[in-house]
Structure formats: C-alpha cells, structure tokens
C-alpha cells in the first residue's frame, strides 16, 4: 500500500508562486505515474498535470499550461508541483495521485489547500 502526503500549500498573492510536494512511503513509486488534481469550492475535481514513469513525458491541463510544472525525485520518492503565476482561479486542494498507467489512479494524498488572493 503506497502512502502519499502532500505538502506545499498556503496562502499566497495573485502572481506569487508555491511548490507542493508529494512524499510516497515506498520505492516502488518509481513504478507508478504521478499526477495532481485539484477540487475548489462547489466544484469538481479536475486533472492539473500528470508525470511518467521516467519522469520526461509530462502532460498539463490547459489552464496551467505555462505556468505550473511537474517534476519527480525518484531518489527521494517525491513528486513536485511548482506554481508559478497563480491566479485566484487556481484556488483549491491539490491532491497528488498515484496509478500504473495514468488513466486510473489508485492511490490518492489527503490533499492541501491552496488559496490565492486577488
């Protein structure tokens, strides 16, 4: 059972940045695709960007695309989403997710809160 805790969040200005982080409790991380979604308020939760197992094949939702950028640390079983220009749209919890295939995601964090001001 693959543990994921994510870590990062806060509370930041419209244009600011924040990095979140995703620890797994096992080094079969490496084996698993990474993604990272996020749930606002009265919303459902959507896709933010998703990594391969290689770390090089990346892919973004369309309203990151250009701002946000996802990366892995398979040393130290981590996966980062750096946030950059953050618009008060982007307030939400972030969870970080972990599958086999990048369709299906079996293993989920509890999430961390995000919250831009305008």
């Known amino acids: 059972q693959v543990q994921l805790v994510e870590s990062g969040g806060g509370l930041v200005q419209a244009g600011g940045s924040l990095r979140l982080s995703c620890a797994a409790s096992?080094?079969?991380?490496?084996?698993?695709?990474m993604g990272w979604f996020r749930q606002a308020p009265g919303k459902e939760r959507e896709f933010v960007a998703r990594i391969m197992w290689g770390g090089g094949i990346r892919y973004y939702a369309d309203s990151v695309k250009g701002r946000f950028t996802i990366s892995r640390d398979s040393a130290k079983n981590t996966v980062y989403l750096q946030m950059n220009s953050l618009k008060p749209e982007d307030t939400a919890v972030y969870y970080c997710a972990g599958g086999l295939d990048g369709t299906s995601w079996t293993y989920w964090g509890q999430g961390t809160q995000v919250t831009v001001s305008s």
């Open positions: 096992e080094r079969t991380f490496a084996n698993y695709v």
